[in-house]
């Protein structure tokens, strides 16, 4: 008997062309380079031009990921934006993406959990393909957090940046084993107790504003990597695999220091972790399929590859998901 998988047929990805170093950084407030990379491996970051908006990265990112797969946008029934940063409060960003690729058929709708939005998009995509609801799906993770920052905060504004990156996935029938490819196992968790420790402190409901990121860092820190972890493991026992079947590690890249501490912990060697944070910035969303496809490109990421995902945000949510690519 067989099953439907979500198979990654292709992926795709878009940076802003203005790069910010923390040279520049050190500049404007009390920071420095050394104090940067030291404590989060960062080196530069990206950020979005003025008059370019998430939706125009997401729209880039997924024509990106199309081209990679060799399909046409027609061919696309269901679009799962992740982002915390939408153009609009609404229509969803995401319908903005589906008009300007052309798609006029499917669904298309934004989904909402900050770092650990591509991880309950992948899912969440997974779950309308698995079922029939769809055949093919773009998911994508698109962010402008240099929107949401307050540049004289150095605890935040040093750690962010700007990006998109999709994937599209497409249902086919596989044999139900570990050995297939797609995704094998998602598992996503929430706690909003925490929500003090990484939040926006204004919204339409609440301030009528935007409003500026917050964190608590030592507080996220001391949470992520037992959270992490922990979510890892339901994934290996719900697909029966381990540590040692993994070719790649892709994680949220936020810290390199939470990184390397949740490799540790999983007996991960360095060599297996796919890094871009020191380039990259933490760009919430984006992060994980930014990586994803800077591995595929450089010809790391290889087809039958096992690919663990995981990512921690605010709320907090976090999230694990095992894909073969």
């Given at each position: 008997m067989t099953v439907k998988r979500s198979v990654v047929i292709g992926c795709g990805s878009y940076l802003p062309e203005r790069i910010l170093t923390n040279a520049e950084l050190a500049a404007k407030v009390d920071t420095s380079d050394?104090?940067?990379?030291?404590?989060?491996?960062?080196?530069?970051?990206?950020?979005?031009a003025e008059g370019e908006f998430t939706s125009h990265l997401a729209i880039k990112a997924a024509q990106a990921a199309l081209d990679n797969a060799g399909?046409?946008?027609?061919?696309?029934?269901?679009?799962?934006?992740?982002?915390s940063t939408p153009d609009l409060t609404f229509p969803a960003t995401a319908v903005q993406v589906q008009a300007a690729l052309g798609i006029t058929q499917g669904f298309a709708f934004d989904l909402q959990a900050v770092c650990s939005g591509f991880v309950y998009a992948l899912a969440t995509a997974d779950n309308f393909l698995r079922c029939g609801s769809a055949?093919?799906?773009?998911?994508?993770?698109?962010?402008?957090?240099?929107?949401?920052?307050?540049?004289?905060?150095?605890?935040?504004?040093?750690?962010?940046?700007?990006?998109?990156?999709?994937?599209?996935?497409?249902?086919q029938e596989n044999w139900?084993?570990?050995?297939?490819?797609?995704?094998?196992?998602?598992?996503l968790r929430s706690d909003g107790r925490h929500k003090s420790k990484l939040y926006v402190d204004g919204g339409p409901s609440s301030t009528q504003t935007v409003g500026y990121l917050r964190m608590?860092?030592?507080?996220?820190?001391?949470?992520?990597?037992?959270?992490?972890?922990?979510?890892?493991?339901?994934?290996?026992?719900?697909?029966?695999?381990?540590?040692?079947?993994?070719?790649?590690f892709v994680p949220h890249q936020a810290n390199k220091r939470i990184i390397d501490a949740s490799a540790q912990k999983l007996h991960l060697a360095p060599e297996k972790v796919v890094l871009t944070v020191d380039r990259h910035g933490n760009t919430s969303a984006a992060s994980i399929p930014l990586a994803l496809c800077t591995a595929v490109a450089d010809g790391r990421i290889k087809r039958g590859d096992l690919v663990l995902l995981e990512a921690m945000g605010g709320g907090f949510t976090w999230g694990a998901a095992l894909v073969r690519w």
């Open positions: 050394e104090w940067i990379v030291q404590r989060t491996g960062i080196r530069e970051r990206h950020i979005a399909i046409e946008a027609q061919d696309i029934d269901l679009i799962v934006l992740a982002t055949k093919r799906a773009l998911v994508i993770g698109a962010e402008t957090f240099s929107r949401i920052l307050d540049w004289n905060d150095r605890s935040t504004c040093v750690l962010f940046g700007d990006g998109a990156g999709a994937v599209v996935l497409e249902a139900g084993t570990s050995a297939d490819r797609g995704v094998l196992t998602t598992h608590e860092g030592r507080e996220v820190f001391k949470h992520a990597v037992s959270m992490i972890t922990g979510v890892i493991v339901d994934a290996f026992e719900a697909s029966g695999t381990s540590a040692n079947d993994i070719n790649w």
